[in-house]
């Protein structure tokens, strides 16, 4: 008989890791992720987390969020989001999480795109994420499985018993009480993206197979200022704590074009900066770059450190040169859809939280530094409910499909590399009617070719995607269709 846990974490980034360390020593506890732990988004955060300042601060957060998110959010989800703030963040501190701090000894904040205050904390100058990670890591007293690959949940008449996986390759049923989904977003379907190479989104594809509700998957966020010239599918992410600073973005003669599109120039939402980006380098043909000459080089290097040194490593001097930028593919604003404590309609024992969750927090166009809160504060919200409901006893039922042996075939990597391609070119920034409809046909075609499970998985989840754009006939925030 397969080993029975009271709660498997599927995922180990801030929302799987937050959810750990809520959980009590008493409970048994598996903690699973598809490869090393530390290749996961939340590493890869550079910018900070979004914390309300205090009382005063949590209608303006609230109000910045929503407009953001162009008035598309779950605004009581986003008054959770605010309020919860000035409960996590002081967790975290008191459990010995090290935020940068000024020479007084109190909290440094930043101001990024879209806020109107300076209300993000940060750690390790611009290693907020990698910081959050490994002190997390250290706090989680369960047990923590690498190499963990999820390719089924086992679910019947509306209950999750658990899933299948394949540990260091080999099939494996893991059976639990309470699933709590935290696998993130599905950033390696976009053949341009900041994401980890493990976000796959695999868990997406399983809930389309099950019926589990997808929502607001049109709204794909894409990243503005990201460094796209290097042969990994990652891109190399420039966090908008560097326009959040004063950073320009300049085209080829140093002209700052993105006042034609806002007035808030670079700190207009991400998705209003990104398409500007995208529209100018189509207009013109020219490279677009972000300039930081304005900063004094021993202040760069102590404030962005992980950027001075990971571009010095390819040849560049920050701030003296500039760098060419593109805009690629970053979040996704929608996902599982979930109430406010993570839980599932219609779905007992399962539990959705973080990037892969839809909770209405982030509406069209998530506001910068509002996902590692996120994570955080839902984390929070999933475990107290689940630590607070009467445990019923259920008869496991016979699981006896098993896709073990089908993950991959022969051509999945050719396609794979096609549904990148459509999904970039024709679900992306711009998108168009004619478009859209082409990447339907193609992906439903790749759909009936001789594939594996995982490629099958996240044609389920670029069908999701396409259909959601297909059926939203006006553009809204990240969502922006042309005729």
Known sequence: MPEKYDVLIIGAGIAGLYAAMNLPESKKVLVVCKDIPWECNTFYAQ????????????????????AAGAYHNDIEAVEILSRTSLETTPDLVS????????PDGNLLYTKEAAHSTERIIHAGGDATGRYLHYFMMVQNKHMLQRNTLVYDLLIENG?????????NYQPTTIYADDVIIASGGVGSLYAYNTNSRTVSADIHGICVEK?????DMEFMQFHPTVYVETPYARKLLLTEALRGEGAHVVGEKGNRFLFDYDERGELASRDIVARGIFDYKRKTGEKVYLDFSMFEEKWFAKRFPNITQTFGALGYTFPRDRISISPAFHYSNGGIKTDINGCIEGMEGLYAIGEVARTGVHGANRLASNSLLEGVVFAKRAVEHLLSKE????????FDKDYGNILHKDNDKKYKHQ???IMWEDIGIIRTKAGLHEAKNLIYDMKNREIGRLLRLRL????????????????????????
């Open 460 to 483: 389920n989840t670029a069908s999701a995607i396409v259909e959601a754009a297909l059926a939203r006939k006006e553009s809204l925030g990240s969502h922006y269709i042309e005729s």
């Open 95 to 102: 459990r010995g999480m090290k935020f940068d701090t000024g």
């Open 211 to 215: 019926g589990i509700e997808l929502a």
């Open 419 to 421: 549904l990148r391609k």
């Open 47 to 66: 910018g900070g987390m979004t914390t309300a300042l205090n009382e005063a601060d949590i209608p303006l957060h609230v109000e910045d969020t929503m």
């Open 159 to 167: 209950r999750c018993y658990g899933a299948k996986a394949t540990v």
């Open 391 to 398: 445990k019923s006893v259920a008869q496991i039922p016979v």
